[in-house]
């Protein structure tokens, strides 16, 4: 549903291209996790899909469509929630169906749902620093399901959590992604959590950017932690480790 043909893209201060002549797709459904080092372009790709950095060349597809001639078609959901501190939870929620000019009933109705949804029905009046760190990205990812996008952009949603709310958080975003019938895709440094969540993994092998390598990750749905522990899993997670260790000190 999602393909990039030959896109190149070069930021103006930079005298190379970050992104040169990248092929790759993703299937209707995935759950795919990005991986790289730091700086090596994984949130470009982010930005080129919403059409929020203009491609040197090439094209990006959503369902053989052009993204050009499409509005709406990807949600996204940055490392901070940015829900608004004036407003309430509510009220955040509503904040896209405002710019999609959404009747107020409906808003209301929609947000209210989409909070039973996600078990937090009862803060629907409270205001952002009334909830904890992974009560907020719940509400930030019901934000974006707001959108009605097909396609998901997760740029690190989880990084800024402590690592028990981290576990819960992977867990319940697994459940949602099979609920709502979404396309994923996830940016992380964490192995392990890119290795739990995702049935794909793209590796950044290098900078610029001229491929993805895809690593199937064999697990089955739905997935429990001690799947972590097999051989072949903790094998998968050294190999990956050790090869962004490589590029790091590079």
């Given at each position: 549903?999602?393909?990039?043909?030959?896109?190149?893209?070069?930021?103006?201060?930079?005298?190379?291209?970050?992104?040169?002549?990248?092929?790759?797709?993703?299937?209707?459904?995935?759950?795919?996790?990005?991986?790289?080092?730091?700086?090596?372009?994984?949130?470009?790709?982010?930005?080129?899909?919403?059409?929020?950095?203009?491609m040197k060349s090439g094209?990006?597809?959503?369902?053989?469509?052009?993204?050009?001639?499409?509005?709406?078609?990807?949600?996204?959901?940055?490392?901070?929630?940015?829900?608004?501190?004036?407003?309430?939870?509510?009220?955040?929620?509503?904040?896209?169906?405002?710019?999609?000019?959404?009747?107020?009933k409906e808003q209301r109705?929609?947000?209210?749902?989409?909070?039973?949804?996600?078990?937090?029905?009862?803060?629907?009046?409270?205001?952002?620093?009334?909830?904890?760190?992974?009560?907020?990205?719940?509400?930030?990812?019901?934000?974006?399901?707001?959108?009605?996008?097909?396609?998901?952009?997760?740029?690190?949603?989880?990084?800024?959590?402590?690592?028990?709310?981290?576990?819960?958080?992977?867990?319940?975003?697994?459940?949602?992604?099979?609920?709502?019938?979404?396309?994923?895709?996830?940016?992380?440094?964490?192995?392990?959590?890119?290795?739990?969540?995702?049935?794909?993994?793209?590796?950044?092998?290098?900078?610029?950017?001229?491929?993805?390598?895809?690593?199937?990750?064999?697990?089955?749905?739905?997935?429990?932690?001690?799947f972590l522990k097999r051989?072949?899993?903790?094998?998968?997670?050294?190999?990956?480790?050790?090869?962004?260790?490589?590029?790091?000190?590079?």
């Amino acid at each position: 549903m999602l393909q990039f043909n030959h896109v190149t893209f070069q930021y103006e201060e930079e005298d190379f291209n970050i992104i040169d002549d990248l092929s790759f797709q993703v299937d209707q459904g995935d759950f795919i996790s990005i991986i790289g080092i730091s700086g090596c372009g994984k949130s470009t790709i982010f930005r080129l899909i919403n059409k929020l950095l203009p491609m040197k060349s090439g094209e990006i597809l959503i369902n053989q469509e052009k993204i050009e001639n499409l509005s709406g078609f990807a949600g996204y959901m940055p490392q901070k929630d940015l829900l608004f501190p004036w407003r309430t939870i509510e009220k955040n929620l509503c904040l896209p169906m405002e710019m999609m000019k959404v009747p107020k009933k409906e808003q209301r109705e929609r947000a209210e749902k989409i909070l039973e949804d996600v078990g937090l029905l009862d803060y629907k009046d409270k205001y952002p620093k009334d909830l904890s760190g992974g009560m907020r990205q719940r509400i930030s990812f019901a934000r974006t399901l707001l959108t009605n996008a097909e396609l998901m952009l997760l740029d690190e949603p989880f990084s800024a959590l402590d690592a028990l709310t981290r576990i819960s958080m992977q867990e319940w975003l697994l459940s949602q992604w099979k609920k709502y019938n979404k396309t994923i895709l996830f940016i992380t440094h964490d192995v392990e959590e890119a290795i739990f969540l995702s049935n794909k993994i793209y590796l950044v092998p290098e900078t610029p950017i001229h491929r993805l390598e895809v690593v199937e990750v064999p697990m089955e749905y739905p997935r429990k932690r001690e799947f972590l522990k097999r051989p072949e899993i903790n094998e998968m997670k050294e190999t990956l480790v050790e090869r962004l260790r490589k590029q790091q000190s590079m």
